[in-house]
C-alpha cells in the first residue's frame, strides 16, 4: 500500500458515456474521504462534461475534445504532464486512457477490471464464469484500494447545485409541470437499438400513468429521443416532454423532481439512482453479471428470461436471432406492475 501522506494530486479518467461516469461517483467520494486536501482532477470528453456539474467531489474538471482526434489527445498529455500526479486512475481502459495515464508521469497507475475474458465467453457461450457478480461502481473504487480506498458502503452520488435545480424547475413549471403532484419520468432512448424497449408500449405505459395513477409524466432524453417522444405523447398528450431542451446537469435535476424512472439500460439508469430515485430497469440483450444492473433496493428490474441472453455488454442494432424476444415479450402490464410496487415501497 502507498503511503497516503505523499499523495496529494490525483487524477481520475473516464472519458465516456454517462452511466460510467454516474458511476464513479462513490469512488470521487471515497477519494474526497481518504484524501480531504487532495487535488483530484476527472478527465471527461466534453460532451458529458455536464454531468461533472453534480459532482461535488472534484477539484477540477478537465475537458477533452475527442472530435479534434490526436492533436487534442497530444496537447491534453502535455497539460497533464506539467502537473506531476501522485496517483492516476485508469477508470475507462481503452487506449486513449492507456496512453494518457501511462506517459503522463503520474508516480503510481492503478486500473479497474474490466473482466473482458468473463465478458467473452458470457455474451458468445452464455456460460457465466464470474466468481461473483459485483457491481461496476464497486469494481471501480477498487481501482483505488491500493492507495487506501475502500467502499464506505454507500451507493453512487450526484448533488445538484441550487442553482441548476431553480433552473430547471423554472423550465418545468413553463411547461406545465406542477412540482406539488407526484410525477415519473420515462426514458424511452438508449443507444443501440437493441436496448431500446418500444416506444408504442412506454407510450402504453405513460397513459395507464396518468389514467391509473394520476401521476404527471416527464419525458427526457437527447435529440435523437424527439422523435420517440413524439410517439409517446401522440398516445398520452399529458406527457411533458422534454428530450432536447436540458443538457445533462439539468436532466439530472428533472430526475430529482419525480417519484421514479422507468428507463432502458442506459446511463440515466444510473443517474436517477445516484439520486436516490428508485427504477424499473428494462434490459433486453445486457445481462445481471456485467454490473449495471440497479443498486438501490427499491429498484426493479424488467426483463425476459431467455437462453440467447445476453447477446452483447454495449448493445447492438439489430437482433442476432432476428426475433428480438427480449423486448417483444416484455409486455406494458409487467412494467406496471413493477412500477406499482416501487410506488408502494417508496
Known sequence: ???????????????????????????????????????????????????LRCVP???????LDSKKGLTELFALRRQLKDEKYDVALDIHKNWRSLFICRTIGAKQVFAFNKHVFRRWVLTTFHKNIYKEVRPVYLRFT??????????DGKYTELVVPSEIQIATDNILQQKGFDTSKPAIALCPGASFKNKQWQPEKFAELAKKIVTELDYQVILIGGKNEQPLCEIIQKEEPLAISFAGEFDLSQSI?????????????????????????PVIGIYGATAYPFGYYPILPQSKVADVDLPCRPCTKMGKNSCPKGHFNCMNQLHTQKVFELLQEVLKEK
Do not use: W
Request: proline fraction near 1%; glycine fraction near 4%; charged fraction near 20%.
Open 1 to 51: 500500500m502507498s503511503n497516503s501522506s505523499q499523495i496529494s494530486k490525483i487524477l481520475v479518467f473516464r472519458l465516456s458515456s454517462i452511466g460510467d461516469i454516474v458511476l464513479t461517483t462513490a469512488l470521487l467520494r471515497c477519494l474526497r474521504d481518504k484524501y480531504p486536501q487532495a487535488q483530484i482532477d476527472f478527465v471527461v470528453k466534453k460532451q458529458f462534461a455536464a454531468i
Open 57 to 63: 467531489f472534484v477539484s477540477n474538471v478537465i475537458e
Open 142 to 151: 477498487d481501482a483505488a484500494k491500493q492507495i487506501g480506498v475502500e467502499s
Open 253 to 277: 435535476a428533472a430526475l430529482n423532481r419525480v417519484r421514479a424512472t422507468v428507463v432502458n439500460d442506459t446511463g440515466m439508469l444510473h443517474a436517477s439512482e445516484a439520486l436516490g430515485v
